[in-house]
């Protein structure tokens, strides 16, 4: 009875140390945030019957599509991931997934997010969901050892899902898909450039350059961070301007804006890794909330 027991304890410890492996590869953490980002858009644009299988199969298709994306990041990175104490305990670094099966997994759940996008929403959002890991994987990935360039690059798939979600409900890229393209376009470059401060250290052993001003921990940096979160005051108030929503979210926008930008006077004040810190963590918090409220304000 004992050995059975060790088996079945052995082959239980093994699986879960498989599928941890395999939620690491993909960011699943990372991804369920980009899912999410594509159903605001989805339940924003919808304007009537609500379409199940088109939901679902953006959720299914944006996620894997998400998940390859990192999948691939990591296999492309996987000799710098072993440089940098955040990211040297990835599942390539510490050989958990072999290169081969990591192709592999990597190839199929791509092929799998986009059937699924092209079966169940509409051949522009699959042909975004393309160019959005297309851009991921061999444009921004590359650049963030050549120049904060990478950061703008990046922020267009960062953008993206939101859109996604718009374009498998509505089928068309309308004014307000570009409006709620353009709030998290922006707010790309305050979350990029903290997490960069904050992981300064790290990133300069494998030699990303993503910071601003000659990649400097210093006041005109901590300018340009402040000046990109003073953008979303007014791009938060957009939705609400053209009746996408009520009026309401729009305050709940400003009342967020203002306590992020808040947070960048800190920054400019005393250029310090705590207060880039708390930017991150903000920029975290004000992303969801505002999309949240967005969704609230528009059901009746």
């Known amino acids: 009875m004992s050995s059975v027991d060790l088996t079945s304890n052995g082959f239980l410890f093994f699986l879960r140390s498989r599928i941890a492996a395999y939620s690491d590869l993909i960011k699943f953490r990372l991804s369920a945030l980009v899912t999410f980002s594509a159903v605001f858009g989805y339940i924003l644009g919808d304007r009537g019957v609500f379409g199940w299988p088109g939901f679902i199969g953006l959720i299914l298709g944006g996620f894997f599509i998400s998940g390859a994306s990192g999948a691939a990041n990591e296999i492309m990175e996987r000799d710098l991931d072993k440089l940098m104490?955040?990211?040297?305990?990835?599942?390539?670094?510490?050989?958990?997934?072999?290169?081969?099966?990591?192709?592999?997994?990597?190839?199929?759940?791509a092929l799998l997010g986009i059937s699924l996008l092209w079966i169940f929403t509409n051949p522009l959002t699959t042909g975004l969901g393309i160019l959005s890991m297309l851009l991921y994987v061999f444009a921004y990935t590359p650049l963030k050892r050549v120049g904060p360039i990478a950061v703008f690059v990046g922020a267009i798939p960062g953008a993206m899902p939101p859109l996604l979600g718009w374009t498998a409900a509505t089928g068309a890229i309308t004014y307000e898909a570009l409006i709620i393209f353009g709030i998290q376009f922006v707010w790309q470059f305050p979350h990029f450039w903290?997490?960069?401060?904050?992981?300064?250290?790290?990133?300069?052993r494998a030699g990303f350059k993503l910071l601003p001003s000659g990649g400097g921990q210093d006041l005109n940096t901590a300018i340009q961070i402040m000046i990109y979160t003073l953008f979303l005051l007014p791009l938060g108030?957009?939705?609400?301007?053209?009746?996408?929503v009520g009026l309401n979210s729009g305050i709940v926008a400003t009342v967020c804006g203002v306590l992020f930008l808040a947070q960048t006077f800190s920054l400019m004040r005393d250029c310090s890794r705590k207060s880039a810190l708390k930017i991150m963590f903000g920029s975290f918090i004000y992303l969801p909330v505002v999309q949240i409220a967005y969704l609230l304000d528009k059901m009746p």
């Open 194 to 204: 903290a997490i960069a401060w904050v992981s300064d250290e790290d990133y300069k």
């Open 85 to 109: 104490k955040r990211t040297q305990n990835r599942p390539l670094p510490l050989q958990l997934i072999s290169l081969q099966e990591a192709y592999w997994f990597t190839g199929l759940i």
């Open 237 to 244: 108030l957009l939705p609400s301007y053209f009746g996408l």
